[in-house]
Nanobody, 123 residues
Framework: QVQLVESGGGLVQAGGSLRLSCEVSGRTLYNMGWFRQAPGKEREFVAAISRSGAGRYYVDSVKGRFIISRDNAKNTVDLQMNSLKPEDTAVYYC??????????????????WGQGTQVTVSS
């Protein structure tokens, strides 16, 4: 059974940086995405990356601040988060998409999910 395990969350001051990592068990490569969910809000798309890593997609609110990357040899996907803002506070989830086309922004299109990691940005 494929498992996704996130790590790297924590508490940081506004303007700071955090790096999230998602490890996918097994050797199968998937299109990958990061989502986040703040209390009382719906799960929101943050970023996605294609299997090859050539395609990268971001929600407008994180463009220029967040960078998604992957290491296919290790089957990991990272999310480098810079210039963090209090509104970035949420539980962050990585997700895997088995479909051919990458860059999906809808949560329901992803097949596998991690357990989530908390990111808290203080003002």
């Amino acid at each position: 059974q494929v498992q996704l395990v996130e790590s790297g969350g924590g508490l940081v001051q506004a303007g700071g940086s955090l790096r999230l990592s998602c490890e996918v068990s097994g050797r199968t490569l998937y299109n990958m995405g990061w989502f986040r969910q703040a209390p009382g809000k719906e799960r929101e798309f943050v970023a996605a990356i294609s299997r090859s890593g050539a395609g990268r997609y971001y929600v407008d609110s994180v463009k220029g601040r967040f960078i998604i990357s992957r290491d296919n040899a290790k089957n990991t996907v990272d999310l480098q988060m810079n210039s963090l803002k209090p509104e970035d506070t949420a539980v962050y989830y990585c997700a895997a998409d088995r479909n051919i086309a990458g860059g999906q922004r809808e949560a329901w299109k992803y097949d596998l999910w991690g357990q989530g990691t908390q990111v808290t940005v203080s003002s």
